[in-house]
């Protein structure tokens, strides 16, 4: 089955405390993108990557890392994670051709205390 | 970038046609216009998107004015599990203004309700 994965799901983790929220795709996607979701702030976009070696700035980047050493998985890095980084985060994945539609994971919810 | 301008809610009942607009005044001649939907609980996911013409899909009609700075998302017939936001994007055929076409905005959506 196409899909995106991403893992964990959940995470309650504390200031400070360095973490990664992985994302995999299994349709051979060139690109691939992170979001996070705010009450009131709708979508918005961390970072996204239109290759392996490839990556460059979103909306709201600030406090995030990313690499792209394999086509299929694009790891989003909090080194040291704040409240303000409490958000709901959707990873997704498209060709590269910018008319073809995004597939999006299934959302990671992100509780920093 | 080029952004997108939504209401914020709408209502609808069900079985009845609803129209969901989307302004994009300051549109490209390359940009894209996607719409994607989420429903509650999930990821989002895409509906439809066209360049020019109007479009249509089993999901929904795509409705593009003439000088492009406006579009408008038609469900025939809606149903309860069209309850969502739904969000309206512009997407750049390609690089340009030192904006790249992978760098995507998508707004507040319009969170649609739909009555039985």
Known sequence: EAQVTQN????????????TVTCSQN????????YRQ???LGLRQIYYSMNVEVTDKGDVPEGYKVSRKEKRNFPLILESPSPNQTSLYFCASSPISPIREQFFGPGTRLTVL | DAKTTQPNSMESNEEEPVHLPCNHSTISGTDYIHW?????????????????SNVNNRM????IAEDRKSSTLILHRATLRDAAVYYCILRALFNAGGTSYGKLTFGQGTILTVHP
């Open chain 1, 8 to 19: 964990p799901r959940y995470l309650i983790t504390v200031t400070g405390k360095k973490l």
């Open chain 1, 27 to 34: 349709m051979n996607h060139e690109y691939m993108s992170w």
């Open chain 1, 38 to 40: 705010d009450p009131g």
């Open chain 2, 36 to 52: 994607y939907r989420q429903l509650p609980s999930q990821g989002p996911e895409y509906v439809i998107h066209g360049l020019t």
């Open chain 2, 60 to 63: 929904a009609s795509l409705a």
